[in-house]
């Protein structure tokens, strides 16, 4: 069993930055990849970034790349989202997930243990 406890979220001007953090406990999270995801009022679960258990590879979903980072620290159990420049369309209830495997890195099949979310809200 996986706990994951999401942070840093907020009400940010557009073209401003925030970290989010996903802080976990359990079983042993360096064995896992990670992934965030967002939802948007009325809208499915869409994925933003993966990591891998090394952080060797990411993954972003083309509507972030270039201004969201994932990264970890497997020392303090804790995955990162910075997002810079960000856009009023990136408003949304941010999730982290653990890769479960079974279906592709993109879609929230392959998660599971989700966090409770932390809202983001970008003003224009």
Do not use: H
């Not at 060797?56 to 159990?77: E, L, M, P």
């Amino acid at each position: 069993q996986v706990q994951l406890v999401e942070s840093g979220g907020g009400l940010v001007q557009a073209g401003g930055s925030l970290r989010l953090s996903c802080a976990a406990s359990g079983r042993a999270f360096s064995n896992y990849d990670m992934g965030w995801f967002r939802q948007a009022p009325g809208k499915e679960r869409d994925f933003v970034a993966a990591i891998s258990w090394g952080s060797k590879s990411t993954n972003y979903a083309d509507s972030v790349k270039g201004r969201f980072t994932i990264s970890r620290d497997n020392a303090k159990n804790t995955v990162y989202l910075q997002m810079n420049s960000l856009k009023p369309e990136d408003t949304a209830v941010y999730y982290c997930a653990v890769r479960l495997g079974g279906s592709y890195y993109n879609t929230t099949a392959g998660y599971g243990y989700w966090g409770q979310g932390t809202q983001v809200t970008v003003s224009s």
